[in-house]
């Protein structure tokens, strides 16, 4: 049983270009949830997907940032007119119920570099 | 929403000594408290979990506790060999907010 796909692994992006990062979650898993880090920092929470819905985009920036998880495919996230702030390692994790009763399991990751 | 507070922010240990994170969590409608282990150039890894409905869960050298009235949860790690070394992060329910991690070392 694969565990959760990120591609692609590094993305270097301009100033002003649209990163998109993809996560296929684990086989059965119907939730995705993905998560930025800072460098040196903790995993802060961006946004809470079920198949085709968004549960909680709390944590995600209003402007430039969105995401998906449509009926067939991968969850894809998607950062619009990209600044060197946004350069961060972005995680995604699944699981398949909601967290209050079931364990996330991350992938490995998608490192942006915004130059 | 959800405040979770992960002390100590780095710890270093001797190699064959135990290791303690502490984590605090505000709304004590939280049930489930996961701990996450990173290596440097990865995603976490769960390594152990506990629910609220039991006091204290033990994998081999790795053991949480959870004290719900004061709404705090503790990683132990018993006979810590460098391999242990990562970063560990603690999360609480019900909208999985992480802990600021804990930089663990282990020396030989």
């Known amino acids: 049983n694969a565990g959760v796909m990120q591609n692609p692994r590094h993305l270097v992006r301009r100033r002003g270009q649209e990163a998109r990062l993809r996560c296929s979650p684990m086989k059965g898993h119907s939730h995705v949830y993905w998560y930025r880090q800072l460098p040196e920092e903790g995993l802060k929470f961006m946004v809470y997907l079920q198949k085709e819905n968004i549960i909680d985009e709390s944590g995600m920036p209003k402007e430039r940032f969105s995401a998906e998880f449509p009926k067939e495919g991968p969850s894809i996230l998607r950062i619009q007119q990209v600044v060197r702030g946004d350069s961060a390692a972005y995680f995604c994790?699944?699981?398949?119920?909601?967290?209050?009763?079931?364990?996330?399991?991350f992938g490995p990751g998608t490192r942006l570099t915004v130059t | 929403g959800e405040n979770v507070e992960q002390h100590p922010s780095t710890l270093s240990v001797q190699e064959g000594d135990s290791a303690v994170i502490k984590c605090t969590y505000s709304?004590?409608?939280?049930?489930?408290f996961p701990w996450y282990k990173q290596e440097l150039g990865k995603g976490p890894q769960l390594i152990i979990d506990?629910?609220?409905?039991?006091g204290e869960k033990k994998d081999q050298r790795i053991a949480v506790t959870l004290n719900k009235t004061a709404k705090h949860f503790s990683l132990h790690i018993t006979e810590t060999q460098p391999e242990d070394s990562a970063v560990y992060f603690c999360a609480a329910t019900l909208d999985m907010r992480f802990g600021a991690g804990t930089r663990l070392t282990v020396k030989p």
């Open positions: 709304d004590s409608a939280s049930n489930y």
């Open positions: 994790a699944s699981s398949p119920a909601h967290t209050s009763s079931y364990e996330q399991y």
């Open positions: 506990i629910r609220s409905n039991v």
